[in-house]
């Protein structure tokens, strides 16, 4: 059988993501900025080869944020993007910050997706991004149910499978018609449970209570192998590594 068109939808712009797709068989990466500088090269990216890249946008929390909403619209209407990522503890803000929620509007009526750094992550000495440290505590997904609630045709995508939070996760996507998650890194978080596990029982899992279709490959680390070497279906791993994808993105499958 051949192997499914493959989507990375977690994939941060530099100059090391041409190589890597070629490198994991990846067919397009979504590229989720951290920072204005990365959302720059993201959207040049995209441009220069909107076949293999799809760009997402980065928001200046700290800015007004009625004209960070203005912006996203005209960013999103010049250059193509198709969502936002936020990296909640870098800008030191719940996901359910009213100051968002301009934001959540445009996204919601424009069909852009969401999606937010979940999870505690230990990244050795470097513990801090941006100049900030990184703090765990806005990285719980339990913040986005009221979102969820308040948004219900906003597409969030709670990354890394909402990481320790997994339970949480998972139960979202359940109680949420909009509500999905990302695959990246499991690598970390994968041993760090007690019992330890591997990425491939928790997409395993992941798929069982949520459904194949609220499960979007991401890597980090994950190979596309990690879901094609799983006991899910041929049809359920097609939608996990790229057909989800190119439904929320809007994007002819396999393009
Ligand atoms: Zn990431």
């Known amino acids: 059988m051949s192997r499914p068109y493959v989507v990375n939808f977690h994939e941060h712009p530099s100059a090391a993501v041409p190589q890597r797709c070629h490198d994991l068989g990846v067919d397009m990466a979504v590229l989720l900025p951290v920072g204005p500088d990365a959302a720059a090269l993201a959207r040049d990216m995209a441009e220069a080869e909107p076949h293999r890249y799809v760009a997402f946008h980065w928001v200046d929390t700290g800015a007004d944020p009625d004209?960070?909403?203005?912006?996203?619209?005209?960013?999103?209407?010049?250059?193509?993007?198709?969502?936002?990522?936020?990296?909640?503890?870098?800008?030191?803000?719940?996901?359910?910050?009213?100051?968002?929620?301009?934001?959540?509007?445009v996204c919601e009526e424009l069909g852009l997706v969401v999606t937010f750094h979940?999870?505690?992550?230990?990244?050795?000495?470097?513990?801090?991004e941006m100049g900030v440290p990184m703090l765990a505590k806005y990285c719980d997904p339990i913040y986005l149910d009221e979102v969820a609630f308040d948004f219900p045709d906003l597409r969030l995508c709670l990354a890394h499978l909402g990481g320790e939070h997994?339970?949480?996760?998972?139960?979202?996507?359940?109680?949420?018609?909009?509500?999905?998650?990302?695959?990246?890194?499991?690598?970390?978080?994968?041993?760090?449970?007690?019992?330890?596990?591997?990425?491939?029982?928790?997409?395993?899992?992941?798929?069982?209570?949520?459904?194949?279709?609220?499960?979007?490959?991401?890597?980090?680390?994950?190979?596309?192998?990690?879901?094609?070497?799983?006991s899910l279906g041929a049809d359920e791993q097609a939608k996990v590594l790229g057909l989800n994808a190119c439904r929320l993105l809007g994007l002819p499958a396999g393009r």
């Open 67 to 105: 004209e960070e909403a203005r912006r996203l619209r005209r960013v999103a209407a010049r250059a193509g993007i198709r969502g936002v990522k936020f990296q909640p503890m870098d800008q030191h803000l719940f996901p359910n910050d009213r100051r968002l929620y301009p934001i959540f509007e």
């Open 118 to 128: 979940m999870g505690t992550v230990y990244l050795g000495p470097y513990m801090q």
């Open 166 to 230: 997994l339970y949480t996760a998972l139960v979202l996507c359940e109680k949420h018609r909009h509500v999905y998650v990302d695959t990246a890194f499991l690598g970390h978080f994968a041993p760090r449970f007690f019992p330890p596990t591997t990425p491939t029982a928790l997409i395993e899992h992941a798929v069982h209570v949520a459904g194949a279709e609220k499960v979007l490959y991401g890597c980090e680390g994950v190979p596309p192998e990690a879901v094609l070497e799983s």
